[in-house]
């Protein structure tokens, strides 16, 4: 998988989970609600995206390992 597309997947899972921190937004305290949501929204959509893309890239590697054995490639 290339950088380019993971990016995308990376980036497409982290606008999903919007909603949820809209709703944290409105639930949260006004003055120091603001700061602390903002610096969580980076790191956790960062690490969902990042965890998301390996998962997809072990699915994958494993999809061509059983191919080389089913073909004999080396």
């Known amino acids: 998988m290339n950088r380019y597309?993971?990016?995308?997947?990376?980036?497409l899972v982290g606008?999903?989970?919007a909603?949820?921190?809209?709703i944290?937004?409105?639930l949260l305290p006004e003055p120091i609600g603001d700061y602390l949501l903002f610096g969580l929204m980076g790191?956790?959509?960062?690490?969902?995206g990042w965890q998301f893309v390996r998962m997809l890239d072990?699915?994958?590697?494993k999809g061509g390992e059983?191919?080389?054995i089913t073909?004999?490639?080396h």
């Open 58 to 61: 072990r699915k994958q590697r």
């Open 71 to 73: 073909t004999g490639a």
């Open 5 to 11: 597309r993971k990016s995308i997947i990376g980036g």
């Open 19 to 22: 909603g949820g921190w809209l």
């Open 24 to 26: 944290m937004d409105l």
């Open 43 to 48: 790191l956790v959509n960062a690490a969902i």
């Open 15 to 17: 606008a999903s989970t």
């Open 66 to 68: 059983a191919e080389r």
